[in-house]
């Protein structure tokens, strides 16, 4: 598929609808500096394949919207190939993922795949039951939301908040204010605590219903609309065997668990929670491997 006409195929529409990169995450492994090309362990990653996986172990059809190159495992997500909306892209966006001593990530990004627009969009794909924008390297504009009519709608703008040098590969900056233009009217947000703090959350806050601070294995925090203080999730890590030894994607995973979950009850606080268990679950093992529908909850 080489161009963009080519990259939509009119199919039925899934009950989620993903947009964004998918990614090679590759960790550093032995190797202690800045990875040489083609170096390190690569999984397959990026925040819509998380979202898809965890839609279809939880038994919910997912299809997704991303430009990536001709190297990416798409046959490892288990959704049906007609689920995929490609735009081919010469190279597939590639982060190189570091983690400190407290836990805190630090990225490189090696690698980027193309932007997406909004005709890669099935028209049929535009009132989705569920969206998921997974922006990860501002592939997406800022007021995409303007390209749908969904009932319930989810960000992770970790994406649209990363900076980096020319050439590649840059060491990724963070910014902790949400970027002008962001569409307000999010029925959840879920950044992480490492991209907030005091001075810009009430400026996170206006931009959604349900705004989830994730705080790694402290759990997250839910700001809900009318409600000063915040509700605490609690982490799961303690009850999960395993859990910690890969958190790549956990954030991924709880975002796209509480919107369906939240799509079905309404409920922002059980939805939350129920979340945080699936996040913790996926943390077993690297990539999506460990992803399932929590028994930790009723």
Known sequence: MGSEAQAVVVVDAPDLVAVGHVTWDVSPGPHPNLLPEGEGIHDPGGAVAFAAVTAARLGVTAGIVTSCGDDYPMSKVPISDEMWQR???EETSTFENRYDARGDRVQVLHRRGGDISLNNLPKNWRSPAMLFAGPLTQELPVDC?????PQVSCVVPQGWLR???MPLPSEVKVSKSPPERMNAGWDICVISESEVEAGTL?????????????????GADLYL????EPVPVSSFGDAVDGAGADTTGAGDVFAAAMLIRYAATEDAIASARYASACAALSTRAPSWSAVEAPSLLP
Do not use: H, M, Y
């Not at 996170?204 to 294995?217: C, E, F, I, M, Q």
């Open 202 to 218: 009430g400026e996170w806050r206006r931009l959604t219903r349900n705004l989830v601070v994730t705080k790694g294995s402290e």
């Open 145 to 149: 939301l303007d390209w749908f009519q």
């Open 163 to 165: 900076s980096w040098d």
């Open 225 to 228: 609309v009318g409600r000063n």
């Open 87 to 89: 735009l081919a892209s």
